[in-house]
C-alpha cells in the first residue's frame, strides 16, 4: 500500500473514531464510548502498575540471589 495512503486512511480512521465517540455520549448510557475507552484505559493503567510491581519485586529477588551466591 502506498505510504501516503496509509498515512490518510489513519488519519481518517482516528479523526472518525474520535467523531463517534463525541457523538455517542448522547445515545444513552450503554452507547457511550467515550465512557467505555475511559473505564478500559484506567483498567489498562492499573494493570500496568501490576505488572511493573511484580517484575520490580522479581528483579529484587534475582539480585538478592546472586549476591548470596557471589558471597558479597
Given at each position: 500500500m502506498n505510504k501516503w495512503l496509509e498515512i490518510l486512511l489513519g488519519i481518517i480512521l482516528?479523526?472518525?473514531v474520535i467523531l463517534f465517540a463525541s457523538y455517542s455520549t448522547g445515545w444513552g448510557s450503554f452507547w457511550n464510548f467515550r465512557h467505555a475507552a475511559w473505564e478500559f484505559f484506567k483498567?489498562?493503567?492499573a494493570w500496568c502498575v501490576i505488572?511493573?510491581?511484580i517484575l520490580l519485586i522479581i528483579l529484587g529477588i534475582s539480585e538478592i540471589s546472586?549476591?548470596?551466591h557471589n558471597g558479597i
Open positions: 482516528i479523526i472518525a483498567g489498562g493503567l505488572i511493573a510491581g546472586q549476591i548470596s
